[in-house]
Nanobody, 124 residues
Framework: QVQLVESGGGLVQAGGSLRLSCAAS????????MGWFRQAPGKERELVAA????????YYADSVKGRFTISRDNAKNTVYLQMNSLKPEETAVYYC?????????????????WGQGTQVTVSS
């Protein structure tokens, strides 16, 4: 069993930055692919960024390319999402998730473990 705990959300003005963290329990964190998702009110959950177990091959949704950076520190069992130039429409609850079977970025991908989410609010 893996437990994921997100932190770093909050209120930021448009154009500002936030860094989200996701701390994982368990000794097998380094073998999981990790993803950051977000869900805005009334909208479907979407994959924002994902990273393989080794930290290579990061994936980004087109809407965040060049502004968001996903990274991980396997020694600290933590994955990060650096978000720059934030926009009001990116207000959402952000979730991290772990996938046992490796990196997967299509809509039907199954992620095995989820955090409780952290609220990000971007004011205009």
């Amino acid at each position: 069993q893996v437990q994921l705990v997100e932190s770093g959300g909050g209120l930021v003005q448009a154009g500002g930055s936030l860094r989200l963290s996701c701390a994982a329990s368990g000794r097998t964190f380094s073998s999981y692919a990790m993803g950051w998702f977000r869900q805005a009110p009334g909208k479907e959950r979407e994959l924002v960024a994902a990273i393989s177990w080794s930290g290579g091959r990061p994936y980004y949704a087109d809407s965040v390319k060049g502004r968001f950076t996903i990274s991980r520190d396997n020694a600290k069992n933590t994955v990060y999402l650096q978000m720059n130039s934030l926009k009001p429409e990116e207000t959402a609850v952000y979730y991290c998730a772990a996938r046992i079977k490796g990196l997967c970025v299509s809509a039907g991908c199954f992620y095995d473990y989820w955090g409780q989410g952290t609220q990000v609010t971007v004011s205009s």
